[in-house]
């Protein structure tokens, strides 16, 4: 036990090291040496989400539940390790369109439409009531817990005494006047506020440093080790439960991960930490990891410290403050004492940034509005506004903070921390469907997202909030029993009958189905106004347009309008910065009754946005620049008009590349063409050598016949013999080559049928004997296999092989020629294998060979190659593919060539006689 | 270099991973008996799991970072 002097000295000195901490702040920002602009900051700033709900309800929920309380912080967890898909999208659109509160995103998704954004910050300030009294409530307990343990907490706390006497009020206050002092000392055009996130991330700092402080006490002093905890806590049934999953939190569980993945995106504190205080969008990439783990950490020792607190401490000990009690039923007051700060920051940091948060919101998107719909009022002709504008923030602080405390007063005093935190969490979780739908689908209307967030918000009153009244006795319990007017399918826990889920669940089902059922059917029948549609284009499209500033006024303010309706707003000074620094960075008039252009208009709508909201700025603009808005329509077919200019230059692009293969393909066409061209050069020289040889030698001997009439008769009989001999080979070369000029022609006449290829190789082998014999050639046959039938040209298949063996006979080895043929029926065809041991082939050759009149290059020795048409190899290929077969050949020079037919088995008679 | 395409669909896969990992039944599966390390399965396996995929984040989060700004994106 603490005396309360000590305790409140404490809070005071904290408190006071607090105010200077953002007072620094502030001012290294404003001497523009700011060291609040860094990841590490932004990152604890970001931790404001672990309030006093995880400082001490966090054991308490894990005193209950088990390993539960965990879901509350891997549902952030599992949006921060996305954080490239949903919050990069929320940062770049929000500094695009100098977004200051999440009242102000949604309603500029949606048309900058007044509406939406009264709603919002309706539903934002009534749901974060209970949260605020949760804070308070922890404040206030905390405090007794610390002054009076030993004395009895067991009762549920209840402060009946007086309002002065209440910790509780004095923290309130307290914290009012920190929000007062730090939230609204002046308006700023872009809603940065560094000296607060410098005192935020500092309580960050110091309430994981708590935790850990008491989480490390509780193993390491008190137990040996984390094991030797556990292991005590699995003897004893009501603590070893805790460490498995409870049987029946399946849906809870399910339901609380996806509570708190919504919560991390739409409680108005982490909109504010997140997106509007974001100074550069590189922080948030180490956020991504940094945040996650300041969540492990802070969660760490939360699961030991209750099974600690639930093993030593007596029944009546309140499980939700046993990171103060267990360390003080140790007596370490002092270790009391820091728990006891951590949990004060905890509970100060949340209180803080939502009170300047919601105050954004209802002096943008409340207050304003109606002032300004109060023509009376004259708002539009006051000299200096910036007075009355940090006016209504203060109030509203104030009143944003003591509508938690009224709260706390008299319905919060009863249940645990957790579950008041939860109400809040559905509240703003109504949010969702509009704003990550909006995100990503342009056909969401104005009037869809108001009937869904409607719908949705209606049913969280009736489901969650009304029930938590009647527990509190604000209403007649009759209705959560019977339902309203009697009728038991109006139960507020049990809608429609649905009575098998908790009551969270239970309005979390309905409520979400309703809403985003609302929204998306709505969506779908209604259409949008004409700034609905650029709004959404400009959201949903943030990523593919660069600089997506619409310009939507048509000029008819004079500059001196514009600039003196932004003074009233800004503030003399303020004013004045930011028109001379638009006017030297566009190198334009910034001051006189010059006609602003759109862009200068658009500026100052801009400018105002930052302090005033989207949805007044546009209304105050619009009073000043008198002429007629440009018609969106005309607005509307600009940018319809620049997404046909993109898609016509993805379309231009994407020809260009198709032009480019073109050409590529050209190219080689080309390339093949000029080789083709090269071919028939070669052929024709060819052709003609190998006619002019025989034609030569008929020639000479002709004419040595024709000179000399005297020749004897032997000698003449020899040349008649030799111009025989020859006339015979010119009439083969031409007959072979028609043949030929035939068949690549495609005119040659085929009798296909069917055919036994070793009878027609044995055939052709029997022929050939004299030809080898000649030759003292040595012949070596194999032909083996099954018989198989061939649908082929009988004729033109004996040709192939008299060409081939007599080729063999021709190169093998003229010494001791040998030739080896083989014959094989394999499964799908049948395979002839002619070898010689010849000169061989080079490989470069070994395709070659098979064109016209190719022949093998080198023959060896200088000796005189044997003759030939050179066509026999290109007619044999011919036929062999004609019958879809393959002829190849393989070789090593010096060993001889081995030449490779096969030919299929025809899958049908008609295709092989094609 | 990993192209960017191939990063971001790495990023939205190792979210969807976590939130499959830590909502029932799969959570159910590590509710065991017995202990790893001398601690609780269940204890193990969710803050084993959850520094890996702050692990893998902060990784992954790099080499987008990286890529973006290449392009000057980010």
Redesign the interface.
């Known amino acids: 036990m603490l005396s309360s002097q000590v305790v409140i000295a404490v809070s005071l000195i904290y408190v006071g090291l607090l105010y200077s901490i953002a007072w620094w702040g502030d001012k290294r920002a404003r001497a523009g040496r700011s060291w609040v602009r860094n990841p590490t900051v932004y990152t604890l700033s970001i931790a404001v989400y672990c309030t006093s709900w995880t400082f001490y309800g966090a054991v308490g929920s894990a005193a209950r539940n088990g ?1 539960e309380y ?2 509350i912080y ?1 549902g952030p ?9 949903l919050l990069r999208k929320m940062l770049r659109i929000s500094k695009a369109h100098r977004i200051t509160s999440i009242a102000d995103f949604i309603s500029s998704r949606y048309g900058k439409s007044t509406q939406l954004s009264v709603l919002v910050t309706l539903i934002a300030v009534i749901g974060t009531t209970p949260y605020i009294a949760l804070q308070l409530k922890a404040v206030a307990t905390s405090y007794t817990v610390l002054t009076v343990w030993g004395s009895s907490v067991s009762g549920p706390f209840v402060s009946t005494s007086h309002i002065f006497a209440d910790s509780g009020f004095w923290a309130a206050t307290g914290l009012a006047l920190f929000g007062i002092l730090f939230g609204t000392r002046f308006i700023d055009a872009d809603e940065h506020h560094e000296g607060m996130v410098a005192a935020i991330a500092f309580e960050s700092l110091v309430k994981l440093f708590a935790l850990l402080a008491v989480g490390i006490f509780v193993c390491f002093f008190m137990f040996s ?3 030797d905890l ?2 005590q806590a ?1 003897e004893v049934p009501r603590t070893a439960s805790l ?3 409870q049987p029946e ?2 849906t809870r ?2 339901t609380l ?1 996806a509570l708190s993945m919504a919560a991390i995106l739409t409680l108005p504190r982490q909109f504010q930490v997140i997106v509007v205080e974001n100074v550069d ?2 922080h948030l ?2 956020a ?2 940094a945040f ?2 300041y969540l ?1 950490l802070m969660n ?1 020792f939360v ?1 030991p410290i209750a099974l600690a607190g639930m093993g030593l401490l007596p029944d009546w000990a309140d499980p939700d403050f046993f990171v103060l009690s267990v360390p003080l039923s140790q007596g370490q007051s002092l270790l009391a004492l820091v728990a006891y700060v951590g949990g004060l920051s905890a509970s100060t940091s949340m209180v803080i940034v939502a009170a300047i948060a919601l105050s954004t919101m209802v002096c943008n998107d409340l207050v304003i509005p109606a002032l300004l719909r109060l023509r009376w009022l004259r708002l539009t002709e006051r000299d200096d506004l910036t007075g009355l504008l940090l006016f209504i923030r203060r109030a509203s602080i104030v009143l944003v903070v003591f509508m938690g405390y009224i709260y706390y007063r008299s319905a919060g005093a009863g249940d645990a921390l957790a579950e008041i935190g939860l109400i809040s969490f559905a509240a703003t979780a109504q949010f969702i469907p509009i704003m990550v739908g909006g995100l990503f689908w342009k056909g969401g209307t104005k009037t869809g997202a108001l009937t869904g967030l409607t719908a949705g918000f209606a049913i969280w009153a009736y489901t969650l909030l009304l029930p938590s009244f009647a527990d509190s006795g604000w209403i007649d319990p009759k209705l959560i029993t019977d339902g309203a007017f009697g009728h038991p399918w109006l139960r507020p826990e049990a809608l429609f009958g649905l009575d098998h889920f908790a009551p969270l669940t239970h309005a979390l089902i309905w409520s979400m189905a309703l809403n985003a059922g609302c929204f998306i059917v709505v969506s779908l029948f209604t259409s949008q106004g004409g700034l609905e549609r650029i709004q959404a284009t400009l959201f949903v499209d943030a ?1 593919s347009r660069k600089g997506g500033e619409t310009v939507i006024w048509r000029s008819s303010a004079t500059i001196d309008d514009l600039y003196e309706l932004v003074e009233r707003f800004l503030g003399r000074e303020r004013a004045y910065h930011a028109f001379r620094d638009y006017g030297t960075s566009r190198h334009t008039a910034w001051r006189g009754k010059g006609e602003a252009n759109a862009d200068m208009i658009a500026f100052s709508e801009r400018l105002l946005a930052g302090s005033i909201g989207a949805a007044s700025a546009r209304v105050m603009v619009s009073s000043v620049a008198k002429g007629e808005m440009v018609s969106l329509d005309e607005v509307l077919e600009i940018l319809e008009e620049t997404s046909h200019v993109i898609e016509h230059s993805q379309r231009l692009e994407q020809k260009s590349r198709e032009l480019e293969r073109a050409a590529a393909e050209l190219r080689a066409a080309n390339d093949r063409l000029k080789e083709l061209d090269r071919l028939k050069d070669e052929f024709l020289t060819m052709v003609s050598h190998e006619f002019r040889t025989p034609l030569t030698s008929i020639r000479s001997f002709s004419e040595i016949l024709v000179d000399t009439p005297e020749l004897e008769a032997e000698r003449t009989e020899r040349f008649l013999n030799v111009i025989v001999r020859e006339s015979e080979r010119l009439t083969r070369l031409i007959d072979d080559h028609l043949d030929l000029a035939r068949l690549e022609a495609g005119h040659s006449d085929w009798q296909p049928g069917n055919v036994d290829p070793k009878a027609v190789l044995r055939e052709t082998i029997d022929a050939l004997e004299g030809l080898f014999n000649n030759r003292d050639a040595r012949l070596m046959v194999d032909i083996g296999g099954d018989t198989v039938n061939l649908f082929v040209d009988r004729d033109r298949l004996t040709q192939v092989f008299i060409n081939l063996l007599s080729n063999a006979a021709k190169f093998a080895d003229p010494d001791k020629p040998e030739v080896f043929v083989r014959g094989a029926t394999h499964k799908d065809g049948y395979l002839v294998t002619i070898s010689d041991n010849g000169a061989g082939i080079a490989d470069d050759e070994a395709d070659l060979i098979f064109n016209k009149f190719a022949r093998g290059g080198k023959y060896p020795g200088d000796k005189p190659r044997p003759s030939g048409s050179g066509l026999g190899l290109a007619i044999s290929k011919h036929v062999i593919e004609h019958c879809h077969g393959r002829i190849w050949v393989e070789s090593k020079p010096g060993q001889g060539a081995t030449f490779h037919v096969f030919i299929p088995v025809a899958r049908s008679g008609a295709s092989a006689a094609q | 270099m990993t192209p960017p395409a191939k990063l971001t669909e790495r990023a939205l896969v190792l979210a969807l991973t976590a939130f499959l990992a830590w909502v029932p039944p799969l959570v159910g599966v590590f509710s065991l008996d017995g202990a790893v390390f001398g601690l609780p399965v269940l204890f193990v396996y969710f803050f084993a799991g959850w520094a890996i995929f702050i692990a893998l984040c902060a990784w992954i989060t790099r080499k987008l970072r990286q890529s973006a700004q290449q392009q000057g994106d980010l």
């Open positions: 390993l965990l879901t891997l967890t599992v949006i921060f390790l996305g954080w490239w898909f080790g984390l094991g556990f292991h699995s460490l498995k999953l939190s399946g569980w399910f991960m969008e590189r990439a180490t991504s990891w996650p783990a492990l760490l699961l990523f």
